[in-house]
């Protein structure tokens, strides 16, 4: 008996002693809140919170996203800004951030951040109502050249689809007054609109748009980008089309300013080791019409430099 009691206890404690090991090894700062401005169901909801499922797996700790829709997605990068730098908070979101500045929506901009990295970017899909009976984008321009009666083209202003059309009316050669904007705060206010047919025209992708596309209640009129997407193989790029035009959504995780860079860095590499997966890099592409584009920290700060002297171009006087 006094050996097999001696053999329990130092069993006991060898568990105690591994396990403390293990522990010591896991981040133990419990769950980090992920803060998502948009609301609910929309594609940043429903892209960075499968993306955080598949990150945790390569973290010692928990990423709770909440949603904090408001203010055209400015409610949630405040909430994020003025948060302890304390790596309990992160944000998920795209270049609204550089938008809304430029618009005078925010007095703040992505360099009121911590850049973390890059993730992807989704492709942007102009979006027609079925009685428009316009079915292309090269039709659509036809159509602003030869009518009188401006089309009704939803947004939200200072946010990426405001951003798209401005884009697309430069391109296409013509005024922003050419049209009449309707703002929206959401992009679900914006496709309820476009199928009561209270506008003509709105920007979707296919996490807000796909289903609507497949039963034909929207008609999708190009794709922004060099190729097609696996989801809609009929449906042209607008440079097949002629129109030089590439416009993505590109999404991205941020920190409050002051953050610890060896929890930056961590992060950064959890996230990049779930966009190495080929399923991940699948199922974005194939349900989400998006691309990976992984760019951690100094490169990320690079690229959303260089994003916003182009947005600042494109975004000189808002309609």
């Known amino acids: 008996m006094p050996r097999s009691g001696y053999s329990w206890l ?3 404690v060898l568990w105690v002693v591994l396990s403390g090991s293990a522990l010591a090894d896991e981040d133990s700062r419990g769950d980090v809140s992920l803060i998502i401005p948009f609301g609910p169901g929309g594609a940043s909801d429903v892209l960075f ?39 309990q908070t992160l944000l998920g979101s795209h270049q609204t951030l550089s938008l809304s500045f430029l618009s005078g929506a925010a007095p703040f901009s992505h360099d009121a951040f911590e850049p973390v990295a890059l993730l992807t970017r989704t492709v942007n899909i102009p979006a027609a109502s079925r009685r428009l009976g316009i079915t292309t984008a090269a039709e659509l321009v036809v159509h602003l050249q030869e009518q009188p009666e401006a089309l009704r083209v939803g947004m939200i202003r200072g946010a990426t689809d405001h951003f798209f059309w401005r884009q697309f009316l430069r391109t296409t050669g013509q005024a922003v007054s ?13 496709v309820a609109a476009l199928l009561a047919g209270e506008i003509d025209l709105a920007m979707l992708n296919l996490p807000s748009g796909e289903s609507l596309f497949t039963h034909g209640a929207l008609v999708p009129l190009g794709v922004a980008d060099e190729s097609r997407l696996s989801a809609l193989p009929k449906v042209p790029t607008l440079k097949e089309q002629g129109i030089d035009l590439v ?14 860079p060896a929890f930056l860095e961590k992060v950064a590499a959890a996230f990049g080791q779930a966009l190495k997966q080929p399923a991940m890099v699948e199922h974005l592409e194939s349900d989400y019409g998006t691309r990976v584009d992984f760019r951690p920290l100094d490169a990320y700060e690079t690229y959303l430099e260089t994003q916003a002297e182009q947005l600042a171009f494109l975004m000189l006087k808002a309609p």
């Open 10 to 12: 130092s069993m006991s």
């Open 49 to 87: 919170r499968d993306l955080a499922r598949a990150a945790e797996t390569h973290l010692g700790f928990s990423l709770q996203p909440v949603n904090r829709p408001g203010n055209g997605g400015v409610r949630g990068a405040l909430e994020v800004k003025e948060a302890e730098p304390d790596g």
């Open 178 to 190: 050419d049209v009449g904007w309707v703002g929206y705060p959401d992009t679900g206010a914006q």
């Open 247 to 260: 416009n993505t959504t590109d999404r991205g995780l941020f920190a409050p300013r002051g953050s610890d």
